[in-house]
Every structure is written in C-alpha cells, then in structure tokens.
C-alpha cells in the first residue's frame, strides 16, 4: 500500500512468508514475491517507509506495517517491514511535557500521541485498561527516541502491542485468555525454560540527577538469595515514582520468568485456536506434561511466528505457528 492508502501491487505468487508479534517491542515481517507482468513494474517502483506491507492469512487481515528494507533479485522480491511502532523509533518528544501522580497509561497515551503528532502514518490506540499504577515523569523536547521511552514506561507496569495500525495498550496484570493449548495440539512438543538471568529480588531506581529521585522494592529472598539490580530513569522526578517503578520491575523479575515456546511447530489442525486471536498481552491455558517441568496455567502470550513457504511442483508449502508464553511475577498477581 502507498502512504496516501492507495494499493500500489499484489503479490499473487508468494515463495516464502513471515510475520510475528510482540510485546513491548517492534514485530516484523518479511515476504519473497516471484513477480510477473504487471506485477513485476510496479514493485520495482516502491521504496521503503513510503510503503507499507499488508498481509491476509485466509483471507482474515493479520499484519501490516512501512516496508523497511527491499532487495529486487533475479526472478524474486524480497520485501521486510516493521510494523506501525517502528515509527516511533524515529521520533524524539516534540514538546516540554511533566506529569505529577498519574497513572501511566495516561503518560502512554501521550508519548505515542506526541511522536505522531508532526506526522502520522495512521494510527490508532486502544487502552484496554488502566495500569493502576501512578507515576510522575517529565519529558523534554528533542530529547530521547519516543520509542526508547515507551519502553522504559513499559517497564513500569504496562505492555503494548501493535496490531496493524492500533496500538493496544494493557495493564501489565492483563490475562484475559484467547485459547487453550495442551500436549494433544502440540505434535511435536514444546520447550520450558527458566531465564535465571532474569531474576532480581531487590531493584533500585534513580529519577533525573537534579530531583534526586530515588526508589526501591524488594530485599533478600528466603528461597533466591539477594540478587539486586540498579538503573536510571532521568524522566522520573520524584522518590514516589521511582518507588514504583522499583516495585513493578521487582514484580516482574520474581520469581525466575519463565518461558514456553512451542519450538515452530504447527500448531495440530484440531487445536481449539483461532491464530488471527493470538495477541500478545492476552493469554493462553497451557497445561502439558510433556516435559520433567509440568506446566498447567494461564501463560501470557509475549510473541507469535508465522512463516509459511510456498513449496514446488514435488513438495507442498508448509506453515509453521509458534508460539510463546510467559510467566513471570506480574502474571502470578
């Protein structure tokens, strides 16, 4: 599609298909086209952030987003986008902007607002719920990628997802579940894992050098020991905040995160989801025995990888849905 939403080609002939979705982070996508006729002129015609990528599985709308990267090849196309977050990755804060005790969905909101404001690609957001978590920040103008401080904000009691165009913006405690998996829709297994490295017991946070800023959660655990971790947030600008944030970090990282990844197998035919419903941020009952670690409850979706290849005249395409799950402290609450 053109930035003015005009369609600027089809790819009817697809070799080979990929697209994810991620939590508090930037999906991708990438296609290979085996163009022809028509086809092939007008692809040869489109350049990267004036175009975007959009992709029907079954005929269901699924992914799309500004094509970032093209390679024309002998016979093929190879296009690769990110999706409608990427924008903000090349955007800084456009304006001088403090908040005093708000709840940070309410500062989300904003941040994406703004970096859109000069230019918007089209856009929508959607808060799925409030964080329930006050904050004070304080951002200034031409300082800092928005991207860079949207994750940040994430890290203090919220996620994000983009879907298409909208952005959906989720209390962290989010677990409303889209779908149940088990060992029978799992043919070829699944990996648990536990991210050791993840752990921390005790956070401490610093706000912006000149308020002084300072907070922390968490101390010695009876089971884990003392793990402790320090990081600065120069947009915070009060000892309260700066507490919160340490508490919702310290949420997150205990006890040990801990991971399902269904290995990019294909989900069995029979299995009781819907892909186009695999959000991340939603979540799915898992319960599998297929492993020495037992796994039964409600994991939140964290990505989805969709890749399909178009096959040839002696071998048929095949797609291949993975999934990954999490369970950290936040989803426990």
């Known amino acids: 599609m053109d930035r003015s939403g005009a369609m600027v080609a ?63 090849k002998l016979g093929a196309i190879e296009l690769q986008a990110k999706d409608v977050l990427a924008w903000l990755d090349n955007r800084v804060v456009h304006q001088d902007r403090t908040f ?3 709840d940070v969905m309410e500062i989300a909101e904003w941040l ?26 304080s951002y200034s103008k031409n300082v800092g990628q928005t991207g860079d401080h949207l994750r940040q904000l994430a890290e203090a009691g919220l996620d994000y997802t983009a879907i298409g165009s909208k952005i959906l913006l989720l209390p962290e ?39 002084g800023a300072l ?9 884990y020991g003392l793990h402790e971790r320090y990081v600065e947030q120069s947009e915070i600008t009060d000892n309260t905040s700066a507490a919160e944030a340490a508490t919702a970090r310290r949420r997150a990282s205990m006890p040990v995160p801990v991971f399902v990844d269904t290995q990019e197998v294909t989900l069995a035919p029979e299995a009781a989801i819907d892909v186009p419903s695999l959000v991340p941020g939603w979540a799915l009952d898992v319960t599998s025995a297929g492993t020495c670690r037992k796994v039964a409850q409600r994991l939140k979706i964290t990505g989805v990888k969709v890749t399909e290849t178009g096959g040839d005249e002696n071998t048929p395409g095949q797609e ?3 999934v990954q799950v999490a369970a950290t402290g936040a989803e426990a609450a």
């Open 100 to 102: 005093s005790n708000v």
């Open 215 to 223: 907070g922390e959660a968490g101390g010695v655990d009876e089971f």
């Open 10 to 72: 089809v790819g009817e002939v697809l070799t080979a298909v990929e697209w994810t979705r991620a939590l508090d982070a930037v999906s991708t996508a990438r296609v290979m086209i085996n163009p022809d006729g028509d086809c092939c002129n007008r692809l040869g015609r489109i350049s990267t952030w004036r175009n975007s990528l959009v992709l029907f599985r079954d005929g269901r709308y699924v992914w799309d987003g500004p094509i970032t990267a093209i390679s024309w």
């Open 112 to 137: 994406i607002d703004d970096g859109y404001a000069p230019d918007d690609p089209g856009h929508t957001v959607q808060v799925v719920g409030w964080a329930g978590i006050s904050g004070s920040r």
């Open 173 to 211: 405690t989010h677990m409303a579940s889209v779908g149940r998996l088990s060992d029978a829709d799992l043919p070829a297994g699944l990996e648990v894992a536990e991210d050791g490295g993840s752990l921390v017991t005790r956070w401490i946070v610093a706000g912006s050098e000149q308020s």
């Open 320 to 322: 291949s849905v993975q």
